[in-house]
């Protein structure tokens, strides 16, 4: 049975069921559960009081203009363990990322009160949004950028992922970039090891491209991992449009928020697109009732920035839930999301002109799988094909040409096995992996 509230504590009067949120207000969805001795309204006071003005007691300094900064609980369902809180955007400093994380994000983790407390969505209003530069090129300039409109983008990790040295590495990539592979990927654990310093490594990857563009007329790019510390990070990106390179990669949630920022700044300086890799995300998105979902995380690079960005895919090694990953790639793609028939969790996002993020599929792909990928996911796709590409019997070439020929034959309607019969890396890579589902 719940204690009775003390008679300094406040928390219920954050709760106003009767609330109708406006259109300026920053909405979050929170799904909790209140640890024993408390009771769902008794959690549901204290996300929303910590979250804003409130804290443990009542106070001395609180006058009714402070008062309107409350924020509101104003939707709680105890059976799905829901409830939604409305903020005042003027809780909110514009602009910036990380103050975002520290308010809604941030202590209501820690209290005692709270068994488990995931962040579901957030809903953000257009001010808050204006405030916010948005993807420099979006899926259209990406498409510019490497001349690349009738398929998905492909790219690939030279492997093993860490331990070629530059020299090793760099041919790998040009074989990655011959066999028709657009986008050369460094891992998201390497960096600047000293088997693979970033400088010499950039320089003989990008003299590696250049060498299989004119050989093959296509354009190529790479997405070379600049993850460092801030000042680091700038000199590195720096260095990538000294070789007129125009992409760079970064591990989004390794770096920060703030970092996550100032390379946005950076990209727009330089005229580079992010590559957003999501390294560390499981670590709080997997738990389906404590952490954030992965749907806010992405909503929050687009806001901030990024061009592309990981999601996952409905094929590969990563675990998936359908649902999610059909939300996440919407609501980084649609100008306006709506939420699924009968979703009461998600909230409606208007974007108003921010920019789409190419999705990135990844994670124990190959061209067996790459047409059962296409028909969930569709062709507005970057697709990151590892050891589908490098670990071909006939090698890396072979395992670039066989991942365009999968392509091509779904694009065109012809069955893998059947255009296989006249394109023999892609039958090889049949003969190795079939249509085998990684785990």
Not at 128 to 157: C, H, Q
Not at 173 to 178: G, N, T, V
Not at 248 to 258: E, N, Q, S
Not at 419 to 435: C, V
Request: with cysteine.
């Amino acid at each position: 049975m719940a204690e009775e509230e003390p008679e300094f504590e406040w928390y219920h009067e954050f709760i106003d069921e009767n609330h109708v949120p406006n259109a300026d207000e920053l909405l979050v969805v929170f799904k909790a559960k209140p640890s024993h001795g408390f009771t769902f309204k008794d959690i549901a006071g204290r996300v929303a009081s910590e979250s804003s003005i409130g804290t443990w007691t009542t106070l001395a300094t609180l006058d009714e203009n402070i008062r309107s900064l409350m924020a509101k609980a104003y939707y709680l369902d105890e059976d799905e363990g829901i409830i939604k809180v409305a903020y005042p955007i003027e809780l909110f400093e514009l602009g910036n990322i990380s103050q975002l994380f520290s308010s809604v994000m941030g202590n209501i983790f820690g209290m005692k009160a709270v068994k488990s407390l995931r962040v579901l969505d957030i809903r953000f209003p257009r001010e808050y949004i204006e405030s916010f530069k948005g993807p420099l090129f979006g899926i259209d300039g990406v498409k510019n950028i490497l001349k690349v409109y009738d398929r998905p983008i492909l790219a690939t990790v030279p492997k093993p992922k860490v331990g070629l040295d530059s020299e090793k590495y760099a041919r790998v990539a040009y074989e990655i970039a011959l066999g028709g592979i657009d986008l050369v990927k460094d891992d998201e654990n390497l960096t600047s090891q000293n088997f693979n310093k970033f400088e010499k490594r950039l320089e003989l990857v990008m003299k590696a491209i250049e060498k299989a563009e004119k050989e093959t007329g296509e354009r190529k790019g790479y997405l070379v991992n600049v993850t460092s510390d801030p000042r680091e990070m700038e000199r590195r990106i720096k260095l990538v449009a000294d070789y007129n390179n125009r992409f760079f990669m970064l591990d989004i949630l390794c770096v920060g928020p703030a970092a996550m920022q100032m390379a946005r700044d950076l990209a727009e300086d330089y005229k580079l697109a992010i590559h957003a890799h999501r390294a560390f995300h499981a670590a709080f998105t997997r738990n389906k009732d404590h952490g954030v979902s992965f749907f806010v995380i992405a909503k929050i690079a687009r806001l901030v920035g990024v061009d592309h960005i990981h999601v996952g895919t409905n094929v590969g090694k990563m675990e998936a839930d359908l649902k999610a990953l059909r939300d996440i790639q919407r609501v980084i793609t649609e100008n306006k999301f709506t939420p699924e028939t009968g979703d009461r969790i998600l909230e409606p996002q208007e974007w108003f002109g921010v920019k789409p993020v190419f999705p990135v599929a990844s994670g124990g792909l190959h061209p067996g799988i790459l047409p059962d990928l296409l028909k969930f996911m569709g062709k507005d796709l970057i697709i990151q094909v590892g050891g589908g590409v490098t670990g071909h019997p006939d090698g890396v070439v072979a395992g670039g040409m066989a991942v365009r020929q999968a392509i091509e034959a779904y694009l065109n309607g012809i069955p893998l096995e059947e255009y296989g019969k006249t394109h023999r890396e892609l039958a090889r890579a049949l003969e190795k992996w079939k249509f085998v589902r990684p785990a």
